[in-house]
């Protein structure tokens, strides 16, 4: 499903406009129009808002790359992007080695120039909560899929960018990284706080070369990730949460604004915070 709907109210709403059926249509079409024949990677789009921001990217008219570790979900969606009329592939890719990264990043030079955005999206969570409980494995493994991958990767493809004068960095990154808890676990906030911290080191070195960089902060989305957690959310507290394409919307919004103007950051939470009590207790018993 586009987004255009959602992110069109989330531009509209901040800007307190009101359009008739002619404006929405003149608005859609400006984001096709900013956004056809761009290259786009999107880390980590087998599933949830990876899988939400490359089928909107798609859907706007850029050709679209994902990436992941598991054939089988990337095959999916570019199955659903090319069925939507959209122009995609799919490249295995493994984060945590930095020969899979240059390979991927080589690929697209080689085919596509390499990329006018960058969506690092792909993300990790330690199943361990607890500081106490947390060992070296699981730091590294965090660290290298939340801080390190997305580092290599975007150093892998920002020479081209530079080159042409233009690009759009986006890391997806998380509320952890504002609001640190046990519910997020210290190895997560950590690798995400970093992350954020690159950012805006990226952004002061090449923003005066074009390249622009967006981070998103998301609180909690239902996507699959939640399943690591020792006590998941049901069914009906997955309802009321955030969706993969609400991200998606703001992430639209973002790369399809004038080159002249660079959203540094987005924090997206739900309307109505839930009691995560029984949540912060079952993160801190879990030992493995």
């Not at 999916?76 to 390979?103: F, K, Q, W, Y």
């Not at 596509?112 to 993300?123: C, K, M, Q």
Request: glycine share 8%; charged share 20%; hydrophobic share 45%.
């Amino acid at each position: 499903m586009s987004c255009f709907p959602t992110a069109l109210i989330f531009v509209l709403q901040s800007r307190r406009f009101k359009l008739s059926l002619a404006g929405w249509n003149e608005l859609k079409e400006h984001v096709m129009t900013t956004l056809s024949g761009r290259n786009a990677l999107v880390t980590g789009g087998g599933s949830g808002i990876g899988r939400a921001m490359a089928l909107d990217l798609a859907a706007a008219g850029a050709a679209v790359t994902v990436c992941g570790r598991r054939n089988k979900p990337l095959d999916e969606t570019v199955r659903m992007m090319l069925a939507a009329g959209g122009d995609a592939d799919a490249i295995v890719c493994d984060l945590t080695h930095p020969d899979s990264i240059e390979n991927l990043a080589e690929n697209l030079i080689k085919t596509r120039g390499g990329v006018d955005i960058l969506v690092n999206n792909a993300g990790f969570s330690s199943k361990v909560r607890s500081t106490r409980h947390i060992g070296a494995k699981e730091w590294r493994s965090v660290m290298d899929v939340n801080t390190l991958g997305p580092a290599m990767l975007t150093r892998a493809l920002l020479a081209p960018m530079i080159k042409k004068h233009f690009g759009h960095v986006v890391m997806i990154s998380s509320m952890a990284a504002i609001r640190p808890g046990v519910m997020a676990g210290a190895v997560y906030s950590s690798a995400k706080s970093a992350a954020r911290a690159y950012m805006d080191v990226l952004s002061a070195e090449v923003r005066q070369h074009g390249v622009r960089c967006t981070t998103i902060f998301p609180g909690e989305v239902d996507t699959p990730i939640l399943d690591n957690r020792a006590l998941p959310p049901d069914e009906e507290t997955r309802r009321l949460m955030m969706q993969a394409e609400d991200i998606s919307a703001a992430v639209m919004m973002a790369v399809s604004l004038p080159q002249r103007a660079n959203v540094l950051e987005i924090a997206i939470t739900a309307t109505v915070p839930r009691d995560m009590t029984e949540d912060v207790k079952a993160a801190l018993v879990r030992q493995c």
